[in-house]
C-alpha cells in the first residue's frame, strides 16, 4: 500500500543530543513537509521541500535541519539548540505545491526530553 | 489576525445525528483551498474533504460535506449520520499563498475543534 511511513514511534532526547526523525514515503510525491504539534493545538510548519536537494524553512525552523537527498526521504533532525522539542512531529506529502493539493500525512512521531 | 478560526473548541452529538463544524479563514489570495483533516487520539491526520476557492458547488465526500460560503469566508464541515468512530479533533486548513505571496508551500491550520459522539 502507498503512504508515509515516520519512525520511530516514540522517541526520547538527553539534554544537548541531536535526534533525527524519519520520514519515508512510496506515492512518488514530489513535495514533502514537516510539521510539529503541541498539545491541543493545530500543526505549525517546520520545513518543506518541494524537489530534491531543494528545501524552504517555514514558521518554525530555528532549531531544526533537513535533507532531501531522495525523492522518497526527508529526514528530520532536531539539533540541542532546539530547547523545547517536546512535540508530536508530524511529516507529510503532497504531489506538488499547488493550491489544490491536499497534503497526506504519517502516524507521527511523539518526541521527549529525558 | 488569525488565519483559520476554528470558534467551537468542543462539540457533542448523538450518533446518528448530523454536526457541523465551523470554520472561518482570512486571505487576500484569490487562489485558495480548503481543507479538513480528522485526528483521532492515536495521532495520525486523516484528510477528508477539499475546497477550492473557484469552485461553484460545495463539496462532498460520502457523510461528509463542506458548506462553502466565500462572501462570509467561512468552510463549515457537515458530517451526517454520526457514528462513534468520528469521535476524533477536527482540523480546518487553508493553503494560499501566504506572506510574501510567493509560495502554496504551507498548510494552515485553525485551532481544531474535538467531536464527542454520544451512543
Known sequence: DGGITQSPKYLFRKEGQNVTLSCEQNLNHDAMYWYRQDPGQG????????????????DIAEGYSVSREKKESFPLTVTSAQK??????????SRGLGWNQPQHFGDGTRLSIL | AQKITQTQPGMFVQEKEAVTL??????????????????PSSGEMIFLIYQGSYDQQNATEGRYSLNFQKARKS?????????????AMYFCAMRDKGAGGTSYGKLTFGQGTILTVHP
Open chain 2, 75 to 87: 468552510a463549515n464541515l457537515v458530517i451526517s449520520a454520526s457514528q462513534l468512530g468520528d469521535s
Open chain 2, 22 to 39: 465551523d470554520c472561518t479563514y482570512d486571505t487576500s489570495d484569490p487562489s485558495y483551498g480548503l481543507f479538513w483533516y480528522k485526528q
Open chain 1, 43 to 58: 500543526l505549525r510548519l517546520i520545513y518543506y521541500s518541494q524537489i530534491v536537494n531543494d528545501f524552504q524553512k517555514g
Open chain 1, 84 to 93: 523545547n522539542p517536546t512535540a508530536f512531529y508530524l511529516c507529510a506529502s
